[in-house]
C-alpha cells in the first residue's frame, strides 16, 4: 500500500493561489483515513499489508502479517501521526517498491492513496501500473492546483495500467473500494 505524504501533493488551500480548489488538509486527512480502511481491509482479508510512504520510503511498522490484530493496531498508530513531508531524497518509497518487484519478479497488487499529482509524479508512479496487478489509485487532492489541474497526470495513470478512483469529501470508503475493484473488473 502506497501513501502519498508529499507536501506537495497536499497544499494547502491560500490567498495567494486564489484558482486552487484542493484543500490540503482535508484532503490528506480523508487520505490517512482511507489508507487505515485499506490496511485493516486488506489484513483482516488474509492478505501481507506493506505500508509505504512516498515521501519517506517505507514505514516503521512494516508488512502487516494477515490476522495480526497487534500488527493492526501498530499501523493505525503509525498512520495517526504520519504528516505531509517534504521528499527526503535518500529514501524514495516508489523506487523502493519498483525495486523489490523487480527482485521478487511477481506481479502483486498495490493500491495507492495519492494527493494532487502532476505529469512528473504521474510518469514516477506509472511504472507500478505496469507491474503490480491490480494498482489501483485513490486520488485524495483532485482539481487544480498552480494554475494547473491533474486531468493530465491522472491520464498517464490510466495509460500505464492504473485504475484511478476519486476520493473526495462526499465519497464513503465502501463505495471508493467498490469503484475500484468494479474497474478492475472492466478490464
Known amino acids: 500500500m502506497l501513501l502519498d505524504t508529499r507536501a506537495a501533493g497536499f497544499p494547502l488551500h491560500s ?49 502487516l502479517p494477515p490476522g495480526d490484530s497487534a500488527a493492526e493496531g501498530d499501523l493505525l498508530l503509525h498512520l495517526a501521526e504520519v504528516r505531509p513531508a517534504a521528499v527526503d531524497p535518500e529514501r524514495d518509497g516508489v523506487q523502493e517498491v519498483l525495486s523489490d518487484l523487480r527482485r521478487s519478479r511477481r506481479a502483486v497488487p498495490v493500491h495507492a492513496v495519492l494527493g494532487h499529482l502532476d505529469e512528473h509524479e504521474a510518469h514516477r508512479l506509472a511504472g507500478l501500473g505496469a ?25 498517464i495513470l490510466r495509460d500505464a495500467g492504473w485504475h484511478t478512483v476519486v476520493l473526495d469529501e462526499v465519497t464513503r470508503p465502501a463505495d471508493a473500494w467498490r469503484a475500484g475493484r468494479t474497474e478492475e473488473m472492466a478490464r
Open 15 to 63: 490567498d495567494s493561489d486564489p484558482d486552487a480548489d484542493v484543500d490540503g488538509d482535508r484532503a490528506f486527512e480523508r487520505a490517512v483515513s482511507f489508507a487505515a480502511s485499506i490496511g485493516v481491509h486488506l489484513q483482516r482479508g488474509g492478505y501481507s499489508v506493506q505500508l509505504v510512504e512516498t515521501a519517506g520510503g517505507s514505514a516503521g511498522a512494516g508488512a
Open 131 to 155: 507491474a503490480c496487478r491490480p494498482a489501483v489509485a485513490f486520488l485524495a487532492a483532485t482539481g487544480r492546483v498552480g494554475g494547473r489541474d491533474d486531468a493530465e497526470a491522472q491520464r
